[in-house]
């Protein structure tokens, strides 16, 4: 068995260690005695054993310099934390809209809201207009929360109603939601699905797109949307008889459990 000559720690370099205040002594003034201590000379290290003292002597010595004027600045300088968005709302509690923060829908913009909406998921055998499930009070908070990706689609809706409300005027002297439904249509039809639209109407039909998008998971969210795909989950069953027959011919695969 190796015979251990001694507990203390020996230091074996001739180099002096490396450390972060050696970086910080070429740009800042550090007494002869701080720098001495950082930084001992290689005779000292390799005649000496590492005692307690002489550590305590380098963390005071790191202590001193790390607050110095040149190193505290620096420091500083660093980016305040964000401040946050608020606490977790309480779930049990029943909120009113506006409770989160302030809507952003004007009379005029949440007119604008309702007629798109109700063009583009209107009334029909599958289900009622958007509108009747309170699509246009969902993007209403949606733009209006404060979070950069709410944040951005608010400037692409508002944008978006400006330009509708504009291209009405232009085309028929009326704002949008006082158009025919053929007329809401016509301009809707010209913004709906250009893969490659006129530099002219890039930026509308990136609006219909994501108004679109938005409006569509507003709806879908909803037991009323649920029914129009014919989606029949979170339904309760007493029993379960596993795949209809017809999957599991088309599949290839017997039903094993029962």
């Not at 251990?4 to 910080?24: C, F, I, N, T, Y």
């Not at 201590?37 to 310099?65: C, D, G």
């Not at 946050?84 to 005029?108: Q, R, V």
């Amino acid at each position: 068995m190796p015979k251990v000559e001694s507990q203390e720690l020996r230091v074996e370099s001739a180099s002096p260690p490396a450390s972060v205040p050696e970086m910080v002594l070429h740009s800042a003034t550090v007494p002869l005695e701080t720098a001495t201590a950082l930084n001992p000379q290689p005779s000292t290290l390799n005649s000496l054993r590492l005692s307690r003292r002489e550590v305590l002597k380098w963390f005071a010595a790191m202590f001193a310099v790390a607050n110095l004027p040149e190193f505290v600045g620096a420091a500083s300088s660093v980016a305040p934390k964000a401040k946050g968005y608020g606490t977790d709302p309480a779930i049990a509690k029943f909120y009113e809209p506006g409770d989160f923060w302030p809507l952003t829908f004007t009379p005029a913009q949440r007119a604008t809201a309702t007629a798109l909406a109700d063009v583009i998921l209107p009334a029909d055998h599958l289900g009622p207009a958007a509108s009747a499930v309170r699509v246009p009070d969902y993007l209403d908070e949606w733009v209006s929360a404060p979070y950069p990706a709410q944040q951005l689609d608010r400037e692409i809706i508002l944008s978006g109603f400006q330009w509708l409300d504009d291209e009405s005027a232009r085309r028929f002297r009326l704002n949008f939601p006082a158009l025919s439904s053929a007329q809401q249509q016509a301009i809707c039809d010209d913004i709906c699905g250009a893969v490659d639209p006129a530099p002219s109407l890039k930026s509308a039909t990136d609006f219909f797109r994501r108004f679109r998008s938005l409006a569509a998971s507003a709806y879908y969210g909803t037991e009323a949307g649920w029914k129009a795909l014919g989606y029949v989950g979170n339904v309760p069953l007493a029993a379960f008889a596993g795949p209809p027959p017809e999957v599991l011919a088309k599949l290839g695969v017997e039903q094993t459990v029962t």
